[in-house]
C-alpha cells in the first residue's frame, strides 16, 4: 500500500484547501462553513517521485455534545490511527488556540510522526509575528504554508517524505475492482459500506444528506480486492438549493465516473421511486457494469410471492435496465451481503468480455437467417459485419449499407441475440451503426 498521510486538525483551518491543493483537483468540499468535511475523503499525490495517498478529515473538536462533531472526531481518531504521517494544520489568523493544544496532545499520543502547518501565512516575505507562538506546541519547528496560494506546500511535502516506509513495501494493485454506492438519500449507502468494512467507517444517521462527500474504502477478502465508493445520496433538483449539496450531486456523479461497478440502492419499503430511476439512469448513460440492490428487506412483510412481485415492479419501472441482475439484502442484519462480492466480480468480467470478430459474424448470419432485416421502400438493409472495438461497457460497431434503415428495433434484436450467446449480464451493451465508407475507430 502507498503511505498515508491524514491532514488534521480544528474545523474551519483549511484542511479541505491543502488537501485539493496537494492532490491537485478539488475534490473535498471547500466552504467557510465550519463542519462541511465530516468523513474521511481520500486522494492521491506524488511528490519526489513517491506516489501517495492523503486523507482528509472533519474537524477535531476536542469536547463536544453534539453527535455529528462527535461522529466528526472519532472519523478523525481512526484517520491517525492508519496514517504513515501526520500534518497537524493550525491558523496563523486565529492564532494559538486552547483546541490547538487539545487536538496536539491528543496527536502525540497517537506516536505518529507530526509534522505541523501553519496556514494562512498568504503573504510572502514577511513572517507574521504571530506564527512563533506555535512552537509552544512542544512539536518541532512549525512550516507556513497558504493552502489558497500553495506557498510552503514543497516544504511541508519534503518534511512528510522523510518519514515515509521504504518504497519497496509498495505494490500496485490492479486487480482493484471499484464500485460506487449509489441511491437516493438515507437508503442505507452508509450502512452497507459500513456492514461490508465490519467498522464504523462512514457517520450513519437518521438525518438524509450526512454523508456529503463520495469516499473511498478498500477492502479485500478471499474473492477479491475492492475500493467502495461511498457517495452522498442524490435528491432531486429543486432540493437541492444547499450549494453543499450541489457539490455532493456532483461528486457522486463523478463517483459513477470513477467506478467499474455500480450499486443502485433501491428501499425495498418504497419500492423505486422517480428518483432512483435518474441515479439509475445515470450509471446506464455511463456504460457502467450494475447491481440493483434492494435494501431493507427485512423489515418488508413478505409472503410467497413478494419478491417476485417486488422484482417485476423493479424491471417494469427500470426496464432500461433489464440486463442488471437484483439482489435483496438488509445492510442492518446482513442478510444476503456476502452474495454481493460474487455478483461484483461476476458483472465486472461480464463487462471486460471480449468477442472475437468470428463468433459475433456467426451470431450476425444466424439472426439474419431467423428474422430478415427491415426494408423501407423497396430498400432492404444490408449488414456486412459486426466486431467489438472496446470493453466496460462492449462496444460492438456493425457496418451496413444504409444507417438510416438500421432501425432501432432491429438493433435491440441483435443486442439480445449476442446477449443470448454471452449473457453479458450486468453490464449494458453500445451499438454503434457505421455506413460502408466510415471509418472502423
Known sequence: MKPLVAIVGRPNVGKSMLFNKLIGQRLSIVEDTPGV???????????CGRKFRLVDTGGIEPRT???????????????????????????VKTGLTASDQEVANMLLRS????????????????????????????????????????????????????????EDDEEEDEDVIKVAIIGKPNVGKSSLTNRILGTERMIVSNVAGTTRDAIDSYFENEQGKYVFIDTAGMRKKSKVDDVIERYSVLRATMAIDRADVCLIMIDAQEGVTEQDTKVAGLAHEAGKACIIVVNKWDLVEKDGKTMDKMRDDIRRDLSYMTYAP??????????????????????????????????????L????????????????????????????????????NERKLFHFSYQRYLENCIRNVFGLEGTPVIMSIREKGDKED
Request: with cysteine.
Open 365 to 400: 448470419a444466424d439472426a439474419q437467417t431467423r428474422v430478415q432485416p427491415p426494408t423501407d421502400r423497396g430498400r432492404r438493409l444490408k449488414i456486412y459485419y459486426m466486431t467489438q472495438v472496446g470493453v466496460c461497457p462492449p462496444h460492438f460497431v456493425v457496418f451496413c
Open 326 to 363: 437484483i439482489l435483496f439484502i438488509s445492510a442492518a442484519t446482513g442478510q444476503r451481503v456476502p452474495r454481493l462480492f460474487e455478483m461484483i466480480n461476476y458483472v465486472h468480467n461480464q463487462s471486460c468480455m471480449r468477442i472475437s470478430t468470428g463468433m459475433l459474424n456467426n451470431i
Open 65 to 91: 455534545d453534539d453527535q455529528i462533531l462527535s461522529f466528526m472526531r472519532e472519523q478523525a481518531e481512526i484517520a491517525i490511527q492508519h496514517a504513515d504521517v501526520i500534518i497537524f494544520l493550525t491558523d
Open 111 to 166: 506516536r505518529k510522526p507530526i509534522v505541523l502547518a501553519v496556514n494562512k501565512m498568504d503573504s510572502t516575505g514577511r513572517v507574521d509575528p504571530d506564527f512563533y507562538e506555535f512552537y509552544n506546541l512542544g512539536l518541532g519547528d512549525p512550516i507556513a504554508v497558504s493552502a489558497v496560494h500553495g506557498h510552503g506546500t514543497g516544504d511541508l511535502l519534503d518534511a512528510c517524505l522523510q518519514y515515509f516506509p521504504p
Open 37 to 47: 468535511t465530516r468523513d474521511r475523503i481520500y486522494g492521491e499525490s506524488e511528490w
